[in-house]
């Protein structure tokens, strides 16, 4: 059973830096793209980036520069390094894996960038 499990979120000052984890389980890790999204009060979810199997990494223009994904497939975990954090980022931060047609979703973590 796939499982995905967020954690590092919190409350930082603008300009500040935050590390967050996707765990994951119950499938072969090391051969899926993994993805980040967020989800902001009253918005949509939005695409964050991704990583593929091979360790190539995509963003969102909104993040570029600041946020770096990375993934460790030893512990089955990807990671979001946050730097330069804006109050627009304040969000829900999900992670994500597609499998065939079948979207898996963690539970999420908030990201609170305020002063």
């Known amino acids: 059973q796939v499982q995905l499990v967020e954690s590092g979120g919190g409350l930082v000052q603008p300009g500040g830096s935050l590390r967050l984890s996707c765990a994951a389980s119950?499938?072969?890790?090391?051969?899926?793209?993994m993805t980040w999204y967020r989800q902001a009060p009253g918005k949509e979810r939005e695409l964050v980036g991704f990583?593929?199997?091979?360790?190539?990494?995509n963003y969102a223009d909104s993040v570029k520069g600041r946020f770096t994904i990375s993934r460790d497939n030893a512990k089955n975990t990807m990671y979001l390094q946050m730097n330069s954090l804006k109050p627009e980022d304040t969000a829900v931060y999900y992670c994500?894996?597609?499998?065939?047609?079948?979207?898996?979703w963690g539970q999420g973590t908030q990201v609170t960038v305020s002063s």
């Open positions: 119950g499938f072969t890790f090391s051969n899926y793209r």
């Open positions: 994500n894996t597609r499998q065939y047609i079948t979207d898996y």
């Open positions: 990583i593929t199997s091979g360790g190539i990494t």
